[in-house]
Antibody
């Protein structure tokens, strides 16, 4: 069974940083694009960033470029998202998803940016 | 970015009756590889999204056959043949053909 388990969310002040992690199991991570998607409270879904199977290509939505960094460690079956220079509008549940078309989702981890 | 427009945004349905959600894209979703990467997701209250349909009309494993997807080019539809109580939630279409992937606003299905 495919499982994706996110962690690392929490309360952070504006301008602060967080590192989100996603532990994958039940499939071979190295054969899949992986994507982070976020959902602000009471709002819809927004694609944030994705990374190619070998990590050679990474893409970001414009609003997070230069502030967020996606990475992966296929040997450890894990995905990460480093969030820097956080803003109030980054407050959301962040989901780790499998594949370029989001075949599987984790339970999400909540990031709250507030002073 | 490709804009995905869903309608209706609110969908009250009587149990056992059919339901239909429309999704229109601002550009054709036919990819250069010939595939159309239009997906449908269900998000039940308090849960993570779950993919129901991929590439327009392919049901994911475990998805009841009362769910079906259709369409082409820029116009797509998700149909539920007979709504059940467990179908309550928000439904999103999403395109993966053009970068970045974009979602529709969501359609909230409720039982009348």
């Amino acid at each position: 069974e495919v499982q994706l388990v996110e962690s690392g969310g929490g309360l952070v002040q504006p301008g602060g940083s967080l590192r989100l992690s996603c532990e994958a199991s039940g499939f071979t991570l190295k054969t899949n694009w992986m994507t982070w998607v976020r959902q602000a409270p009471g709002k819809g879904l927004e694609w944030v960033a994705n990374i190619k199977q070998d990590g050679s290509e990474k893409y970001y939505v414009d609003s997070v470029k230069g502030r967020f960094t996606i990475a992966r460690d296929n040997a450890k079956n894990s995905l990460s998202l480093h969030l820097n220079s956080l803003r109030a509008e980054d407050t959301a549940v962040y989901y780790c998803t499998r594949g370029a078309n989001f075949a599987n989702w984790g339970q999400g981890t909540l990031v709250t940016v507030s002073s | 970015d490709v804009v995905m427009t869903q309608s209706p945004l609110s969908l009250p349905v009587t149990l056992g009756q059919p339901a239909s959600i429309s999704c229109k894209s601002s550009q054709s979703l036919v990819n250069s590889d010939g595939n159309t990467y239009l997906n449908w997701f269900q998000q039940r209250p308090g849960q993570s999204p779950r993919r129901l349909i991929y590439k327009v009309s392919n049901r994911d494993s475990g998805v009841p056959d009362r769910f079906s997807g259709s369409g082409s080019g820029t116009d797509f539809t998700l149909k539920i043949s007979r709504v059940e109580a467990e179908d309550v939630g928000v439904y999103y279409c999403m395109q993966g053909t053009h970068w970045p992937g974009t979602f529709g606003q969501g359609t909230k299905l409720e039982i009348k």
